[in-house]
């Protein structure tokens, strides 16, 4: 496993433009002083007339990333002082860090389309991760003691993100995300017919609660190429492999091999971002001791959708577990802003 990104690639490593950055550090926080909270029904149209500004100058710094299926994005301007200390849980995370979500929609709607779940956080379109007593053990975002498996972000559901956006608020002790690109994988063909062919469903992680029983399960692809290149939906802890043939089994151990050969750790600073590519990446997170003082790893992730990318029709079919979006910005997808691609990813995949 490497150390770093820019030891995997080239081109993932970024830099928010200096004025850009302290351009959406200012819109921030005078937003953050017209709102009383993240969910205010006005601020949708805030963010999006904010990024429209934003966007020439800051649009291809979020373009895709290429093969490595991620970019750190360094330039954040993050006061230390307004975001307070590391919440207990999700729920802790209040009004305080409410201009650094701000920041996030802003960033994020430079990149794509935010959304939220309204089975998860509450339905916020900014979700804060971090280390949860309790939770230490599970395979959530909430844990800390246990390896985060690699992952597809809401694997189980057909609207899943196609990018994620992380921000790091703190992280003192570079606790580090691990990452792997299905694009630079190794499969003979025989694997990818089988993981290609709707095998087993995958199941919401335990961070929406309750799963109401919509009926069978619906069974998904894990592995297909796409018009961009090889598609990826892979989430094992959520996957019941016992149930499959044992050719299947044998082809998904082959992938998560390769995805082990392939991987690589980013460890972000506070004002670092992580844009991943959700439909080539699967990521995932080292264990670490959580001390719950206050100084814990703290992210905020934002969901994103790339409107002009689509998936296979076939996954139209899927309910999703019930699981229903929260989409403040997808009653006008006119007004997105349309960031240019990154000179040093054109004719990448």
């Given at each position: 496993m490497k150390n770093a990104c820019s030891e995997h690639v080239s081109d993932c490593v970024r830099t928010l433009p200096g004025a850009g950055a302290q351009a959406v550090a200012h819109a921030a926080r005078e937003l953050a002083g017209l709102v009383s909270s993240p969910f205010d029904p006005g601020l949708p149209a805030q963010v999006d007339a904010r990024a429209r500004e934003l966007a020439p100058e800051l649009g291809e710094v979020f373009a895709p990333p290429g093969a490595a299926g991620a970019a750190v994005i360094s330039g954040l301007v993050l006061d230390n002082a307004d975001l307070g200390p590391t919440p207990q849980d999700w729920s802790h995370a209040g009004?305080?860090?409410?201009?650094?979500?701000?920041?996030?929609?802003?960033?994020?709607?430079?990149?794509?389309?935010?959304?939220?779940?309204?089975?998860?956080?509450?339905?916020?379109?900014?979700?804060?991760?971090?280390?949860?007593?309790?939770?230490?053990?599970?395979?959530?975002?909430?844990?800390?003691?246990?390896?985060?498996?690699?992952?597809?972000?809401?694997?189980?559901?057909p609207r899943r993100a196609n990018m994620l956006l992380l921000g790091c608020?703190?992280?003192?002790?570079?606790?580090?995300?691990?990452?792997?690109?299905?694009?630079?994988?190794?499969?003979?063909?025989?694997?990818?017919?089988?993981?290609?062919?709707?095998?087993?469903?995958?199941?919401?992680?335990?961070?929406?609660?309750?799963?109401?029983?919509?009926?069978?399960?619906?069974?998904?692809?894990?592995?297909?190429?796409?018009?961009?290149?090889?598609?990826?939906?892979?989430?094992?802890?959520?996957?019941?492999?016992?149930?499959?043939?044992?050719?299947?089994?044998?082809?998904?151990?082959?992938?998560?091999?390769?995805?082990?050969?392939?991987?690589?750790?980013?460890?972000?600073?506070?004002g670092q971002l992580l844009l991943v590519d959700n439909d080539v990446a699967v990521h995932g997170r080292v264990p670490f001791t959580a001390r719950y003082d206050g100084t814990d790893r703290w992210l905020k992730r934002v969901n994103l959708r790339l409107p002009q990318r689509l998936r296979d029709p076939a996954e139209a079919a899927e309910d999703g577990y019930g699981q229903k979006l929260v989409e403040p910005y997808a009653a006008a997808p006119g007004r997105r802003p349309s960031p240019r691609p990154h000179p040093a990813l054109v004719g990448a995949r």
């Open positions: 009004v305080r860090s409410l201009s650094a979500d701000i920041a996030m929609m802003l960033l994020a709607r430079c990149a794509g389309v935010p959304f939220g779940w309204q089975g998860q956080q509450a339905g916020r379109i900014v979700n804060n991760v971090v280390p949860a007593a309790g939770h230490e053990d599970e395979q959530t975002g909430a844990s800390s003691a246990t390896l985060l498996a690699p992952h597809t972000e809401d694997a189980f559901h608020m703190r992280n003192p002790d570079l606790v580090a995300t691990t990452l792997s690109s299905v694009r630079q994988v190794q499969l003979d063909e025989a694997h990818r017919r089988l993981l290609a062919a709707p095998t087993l469903p995958i199941l919401p992680d335990i961070s929406y609660g309750a799963v109401p029983d919509t009926g069978a399960a619906p069974t998904v692809s894990t592995l297909w190429d796409g018009p961009q290149g090889p598609t990826l939906r892979y989430d094992p802890a959520y996957t019941p492999l016992p149930r499959a043939r044992a050719e299947f089994r044998a082809a998904y151990e082959a992938l998560t091999t390769e995805l082990e050969r392939v991987s690589y750790t980013v460890a972000l600073e506070a």
